[in-house]
Structures are given as structure tokens and as C-alpha cells.
């Protein structure tokens, strides 16, 4: 079926692509069923989010370092729900930043970088096939996201404005109109999640179908590179649990709009089945937003080492095991939420147990570069660094593990240090290493190498002068989502903490400078990017710039496992996944 | 004016910097001091604290072990193992031996925090003392009401069901003993005596989280939290914060705790008792938030516990 596919996709696009001649109108951009197209359009608005999700994240840093202090220059460009007329942030101001900043940054962009952009880009041409299994769909998915966007953002500008009831929008806070005050800007996220999750599930839909049907002839599963099995694993968890929180997410709706009580006490309700149900989503969630960034950097630390992935079986096994164990996790973030304590300490060893995948991945990578030959390329960084960040987030995982620890750290700095190093130490660094790494298949032109430097210093600087002292932070007792901590004595000596976070936070910012600029400028020139630029085994690399709809002009023909770099007996250090090794060498089985 | 050289002006650029760190260090001098440093733990002031401090201690030593051991292999591979002419990596898919290893070492290092730290768990919640100071903690946006025992010697029982903005405990006004508990703005406790907390919301969650008692838990609405007690192990003016998201209010939702001597806390309960104990002795007692409330119907269930 595969090859079949593949062919009159690319007899019957390439005829539709050549009809223009000349310049692509902006209808190519905007509706366009070819994967590639669909990264890129997740890819521009996921950036897009970035940007707003991170100038929220600076904000909230000033007002944390600098309490009541208006905000130099940006401040009176903000709207006034959230700052006052000196424009400083105001108390309920601070809270639909933290609000949105989470929200925008889990839902608009790491989960549209991985999934939406590497997971499209990815999928098809790593397995070889000519595009996803449902191409329209594909589009509706990147559509669904658009609109779930502009809904979300539009809950700035209804009365009442956006909600204040953190990314987690604990009941009966968020069910409750005469709680939350913004029973509209509630109602708005939680359609706004409800329309992402359809846009995650027909995305999930698609990326296992294809990786179930559409593989090349010879791509066994084991010989799938880890960012397919990485992504494929993940589309499962998608499926499993997005339901969950749309469910979930539609009773909010009931409750402020209806007059149901699902999570109303006073109406029979249950506020611990938020939680529940949330964290059955949110648990797996994590994982959703980490494995592919595991993938991803597992891949490029074996290119930029020039040596097979140590350990690929277990590498693959051990994500399965994350994404089995990470749906019987969900009550760590609950131990003292008014939950059975038996049932937390039955949490605590299930949470202990899955950090052991972790670690196994983790000595893994360090395997991957014991004797390598490694190239200092911008992505190695990033992934480099990736190692180095989560090692610190999975230490920093087992204090909030242990039930007791838990009872003094839990909803301090120190959880946001730790999620942080997670998600930005594990999944952004991944992202930046694979937006570099795959900028020239996708644009077919070479980033800037210094822009691509400097964008890494001071990601790898300032990130760490972020959000290490927040563990201090944390263990000095300061609570997560105060809009001013001066007002507890306790923690008014902190305070320097906080101004070394925010001096980091406001360089974090300005990071993404040469980022973005290293990606205008490069996407200006004339294509220049060799077609293998990093002598790379897997199958996207043996087309050559611009890949045309339908991918590949004949299907290729897999002969061996994804990561064959330095056999001995070769003249060139990789052997590509469709070529035939010769007889005289003898491949180690993975 | 005279010319600056690029690297004058990030020279200058540095040094004003590095004078500005220790301005900023020194800022706290304005406010209180804590006898520790600001990069450690607040001082503790519970038995409860006690031990999960030496959790800690023990979870931070065993990460500061691994830290150390990974990062420098790692930093020593990156270096050792960096690109040299003539030199081509090693050929290996991996050793079967050593992922059996490091699946079995952390299995076992981690079961093994598991089991230890739920031990401390399990003593930490053990039914609170038969001598423990029972306290009824009410929370709201955003602010807290303490209930103590009056007279009697027993909180007047609740109805979970009429906890609201009317009704600030769940008291029945009909029961004799509403009128004779002890109703407080801060929380006041002695030391050396075990407290035993009732923890409830009035509308949506709230958390009664002290970073010196080393102590967090959830009020949830509808719900009495019932298995929270601690000892202090000394006195000390601190701060109840709530530490769950609930609203515009939530960043100040605080209330002032004073930790004393049994001899003052006596000094401080027992005449709020009498002149309760005294208000109560007339035939028609109007107790304050009773006066609008409609005629209860008589409560069957003192004290309504739920679980989940």
C-alpha cells in the first residue's frame, strides 16, 4: 500500500504544484495538505506563542523582583485588566499571567514544536512514505489549533477578561462565577482547550496510523529512528488522555453556564474530581512533552558523535515504560490535596519507579558519547545541554516524589525550578536543537552559525541564572503564584533571589533575539544547504531540496537500523538506512 | 568628548555589574533577619519538621552524590571524547550488562526512598494525641477565622453542610456550646502541647501552608480535614499562608500565628472563654451570626466526615 501511496501522490502534486509557475500564492500557505507545509504553519504560529508566552513569563519576573514598580516602557502597552494606570501589575493582573503563560506554553507552543511541527515534518519522510495517512485531516488538525488560539486569546478582550485560575484552574475556583470573576474568560479556555484537544487528537489519529501502515519496505519497527517511535508513542498517550481533560474541561462549562454542580460542593459536587481528572491528563501530559524531546536529542547526539544510540532496544523500551507508568503517576501532584494518604503513598512509589526510564535513558546518552568523535554543532549544544538540564529536573523530581518532602515543598519555587529545568532544560532545548539540526531539510538553506552560537550562550546562561536560585527560592519556603511575596516576612530577606531570577529572565527574553532574527535572515538567502549537511544515516536526508509533495520519487528500500555511523571497514563513517552494506562488513545488531 | 573603545564600554558595562551584586545582596538588610542563610531552609519549629528535614538531608546528599558523579563523566566525556583528526569513534550498539545494572541500581535506590519516606509519612499521620488543643481553621477569600474550645472543653460540633459566608463554622446557634467557643482572627498555640487542626473552606480550596511547621494541606470545601496535627517544639511569631490559588486576594491571604508558653496561651484562652461562658448563661442567648439565620432543624450528625 505504502509504495503505491507514495508514487500517485507525487505523479498527481507534482502536476497540481507546477500549475503556478512562478511565486506561490498565499493560498498555498494557508491551505495545504502536504506535511511539510503543515510543520511549517505549526512552526510560525508556535513561535508566534512563544514570544507572547515568554514576554508574559519577563512580566511576571518584574513584578516579582520589583513588586508594585511600574514596568519600564512595556508597562502602559499592557492591557489595563492587567495593569493599573502606572502600569505596574496588579494582584489579579499577576494571575492571568501565570494563568496564560502556562497555558500558552504547554498547549500553543511545546506541544505544537514537538508534535505538530517534528511530528509532521518527521514522521513521513524518516519512514518513507509520501505523506500522512490522511493528509486533510492533517490541515483540519493545524486548523483546529488556529482557532483554539484565537479563542483562547480572545478571552483577553471579553468582560471580565482572561481567567486568573492558574493553567491547572482548580474547582470550584474555576466553576463558580462569584469565585473567579471571570466566569466568560473561563468559559473561553476551557473551549479553547476543548478545540486543542480535537486538534491533538486528529494529529494523534494521524501520526499512528501512518507509522502503523505506511512504512517503507525493510522499516521494521526496530528500525525506526527513536523521534518516530518517540512521536508514535506519544500520539498514544494523546489519545488516552486528551479525552480525559476535554471531558473534564466541558464540565467546567456546564458549571458556569448551566447550573450544574459536577464540582460544587454545596451542589453535591466534588472539587478532588477536577484534580483527578485533570492529572489523569496532566500526568501523562509531561511525558507527552518530554518523550519526543527525548527522541529528538537522542538522534542528534548520535549524528553529532558519530556513533549508533547506545543501547537503542532499551532506549525504545524505556519509553514505553514511561508511557505506561505515567498514567498511574497522576496522584503525586495530589498528596496533600485532601486525597486518601494511603493512596499518596501509593502515588509516591509509583512516581519513585518511573524516574528509573529516566535514568535509564539518561545513561544512554552518556553511552552515546563515551569514545564518540563529537562535532560541536549549534544543535549538539542544545541537545548536549538537554542532557545536563534534565539530569538536574529528574534530581530535583525525587524530593516532590517522597510524600514527606512533599508536605513542606509542595506549591513552593522549588516545583517551579523543577518543571521548569523539565520543560524548558528538556523539551526547548530540544526544540532548539532540532529546529537547527532540520532547518536545512526544511528550508533548504543554512542557518547562521554565530547568530546560532550566541543564541545558545545565552539560552544556556540565563536560563540557569532563571531558574537555579528558584530552588532556594523553594526551599525558603516562597509560594508559587504570589503576585508579591514582600508581603510575608519570611520572605522579604529573599528577595535578592528573585532580582538574580528576573535579571536572567529579561536575558532568557532577549535570547530569543538571534533566534528569531538567525531564522529571518537565513529563510531571505537563496537555498545553499547541501542535501546531507550533517552526514546523517536516515532516509529524509537522501532527498535533496525542495522535497516535492509525495516526497519521495521512488520508494526506498530499508536494509538496516537507523544509527550506523563509524562501522569499520567503511569509507565514510555513515551508512544511510537505504543503502545495502557491503558484504565485507558485518553490522552489530541493535 | 572622548572616544570609548568597544571593549571600554563592555568593560565598564561589567564592572557596573559586579558592583551592582553586592547592592542588591545587601538590600535585605531593611528587613527582618532569619537566622539562617537565604539559601537554605527557613528555621523549623515542629517535631513533624524535624524529620522531614532529615529526609531531605538525606535526599539532598544522595542528588548532590549523583549530581556530581553524572555531570563530571558527562563533562569528562564531552571533553576527552571531542572530534580529532585521525581519531574515529568506537562501534558499539550497547552492553546488555549495563543496562541490567542501571536498571537494578536506581530500581532499588528508589524503592528503597519510597519505603523509607512513607514510613515518616504514615508516623507523621498517626491519630492525633488524646492531650492534643483541638482548632477549628475556617478559611475564605481570603482571609482565616480560628475556632478553639470554650469552657467545656469541646468545640460545639458542625454541620459541614452550613458552612458558608452566614455560617462561618457549620455551628448549630440552637447547641449551648456555639456560644462558648473561642473565635480568633490568629492562630495562638503553645509550645510543647499537640494541635490538632479541623481544617475547612468556605468557598473554594484554600491551603494552610507554614514553611517553619514544614507543613502543607488543602482545605477543601464540603470536606473536614481532619488528620493534620504537630507539636512546636519552640516559641515564635510566624505567618499561616494560603498557598492555593483562590483569587484576586490570594498573595495577601495571610494570618499571624503566635507560638507560646503554656502559662501564656492559658492567659490568653481563658478569659475569652469566661466572657463567652458568661454571655452564654442567659435564657435567650443570641449568638452573633445566628440572629438572621432561619430555626435549624436539630443536627442528627455532630461532625460530617467525608473521603474520597
Redesign the interface.
Known sequence: MSASVTADSHAAHAHHDDHGHGKPGIMHYLWNTDHKMIAMQFLVSAVFFLLIGGAMAVAMRWQLAFPGHSIPVFGHLLPSSIVNDEGAIM??G??VL?TMHGTILVFFVAMPLLIGVFGNFLIPLKIGAGDMAFPALNELSYWLFALSGVVMMASFWVPGGAP???WTA?A??SS?AA???TPLGQTLWCTALFINGLSSLTGAVNYITTVITMRAPGMTMFRMPLPVWAIFLTAILLILAIPVLSAAAALIIFDLNLGTSFYR??GAG???LWQHLFWFFGHPEVYILILPAMGLTSEILSVN??????????MVWAMIAIGFLGFIVWGHHMY??????TL??AF??S???I??PS??K???W??T????????TVPMAFA?AF??MF??GG??G??M????????V???YFIVAHFHYVLFGGSMFAIFAAVYFWFPKMTGRMFNNTLGWIHFWMTFVFFNLTFFPMH?LG???M??????PT????L??????N??CTIGAIGLGLATIPFVVNLLISLRKAPDAPANPWNSTTLEWTLSHPIQHGNFPVTPTVYHGPYE????GLAK?FLPQNEKAPAHVTL??? | MKYLSFRRIVSRILWTGILLVPV??A??AM????SGN?????PCVTT??E??DG??KI?FW??AV??VL??S??VY??IR????PG?????????NT??VI??TA??LV??A???Y??R???N??RPAPENSLVVDVSSY?FGWDMRYPGVSGKLAPIDI?KI?PENRFGTDPENPLTAQDVVSNELVIPVGRPVHLLLHAR???H?F?V??F??????????T?G?VWFQATRTGE??L?C??????????M?APIRVVTEEEFQKWLVPRQQKNAGTAQPVAPAAPAASAAPKAATLTTPVTKT??
Open positions: 494582584p489579579s499577576y494571575n501565570v486568573g485560575t492558574g482548580y470550584p475556583l463558580v469565585y473567579n470573576q460542593p454545596s466534588q472539587p478532588l558523535s558519530r556513533k549508533p544510540v547506545f543501547g537503542y532496544k532499551a496533600v490535596s485532601g486525597m486518601n494518604l499518596s503513598a509516591s512509589v512516581t519513585m519507579v524516574a528509573v535514568a535509564i539518561t545513561f544512554n552518556m553511552g558519547l563515551w569514545r564518540g568523535s563529537i562535532h560541536y548536549v542532557v545536563s539530569v538536574i534530581l530535583s525525587i524530593f516524589a517522597s510524600t514527606p518532602v512533599d508536605l513542606f509542595h506549591h513552593t532556594n526551599l525558603g519556603g509560594m508559587r503564584r504570589i503576585a508579591d508581603v510575608y516576612d519570611c522579604r530577606q529573599l528577595q535578592p533571589l532580582v538574580v555511523y563509524s562501522v569499520p563513517d552489530e545488531a541493535h | 542588591l545582596l538590600s535585605p528587613a527582618e533577619q532569619r537565604i539559601y537554605g531552609l527557613p513533624v519538621g524529620q522531614i529526609l531531605i535526599i544522595l542528588c549523583i549530581f553524572t555531570q563523566t558527562y566525556y564531552l571524547y571531542r572530534r580529532r581519531v574515529p569513534a568506537h562501534y558499539s550498539h550497547g552492553n549495563l543496562e542501571w536498571t536506581p530500581t528508589f524503592l526512598l519510597a519505603i519516606g512513607n515518616i509519612w504514615e507523621i499521620h477569600q453542610r458558608g468557598d473554594v480550596i491551603s501552608y514553611p517553619e514544614r507543613l502543607y494541606q488543602d482545605c477543601v470545601p464540603g470536606r480535614i488528620w510566624f505567618q499562608a498557598n492555593q490559588l483562590c483569587g484576586t486576594g490570594h498573595y495577601n495571610k473521603t474520597l
